[in-house]
């Protein structure tokens, strides 16, 4: 699967111009398929481009993964530069408030 400058701008949260300034800086890490103009990015190349943004930025993007599960929950803007944080996914998060319930109410 690859991806616009304007996908992966809407991605990151970032402008297509803030995108292609990003692809011009670190163009060595991408892979050939961004090309001369920037035309498509895989899903290598957004995480260098993710990363290469968060570097300019105050804080850093982190990959947020659900502890229970491991789904990605998306990135978020951070302030260390950890790469990958956990949190808890919905259905995790509901399965273990069934699971507590249950546990408590069985204590009585």
């Not at 890490?29 to 995480?47: H, I, K, N």
């Amino acid at each position: 699967m690859t991806f616009t400058a304007a996908q992966v701008g809407e991605f990151l949260g970032a402008s297509s111009s803030v995108v292609l300034r990003c692809v011009d800086a670190c163009r060595a890490q991408l892979s050939p398929l961004a090309g001369a103009d920037g035309a498509r990015f895989t899903a290598e190349d957004v995480d260098v481009i993710a990363r290469h943004l968060a570097q300019e930025q105050s804080g850093f993007l982190v990959m947020l993964v659900c502890a229970w599960c491991g789904r990605e929950l998306g990135l978020r803007k951070g302030y260390a530069r950890a790469g990958v944080s956990h949190g808890v996914c919905p259905d995790c998060a509901r399965q273990l408030m069934r699971d507590y319930e249950q546990a408590r109410a069985l204590a009585g």
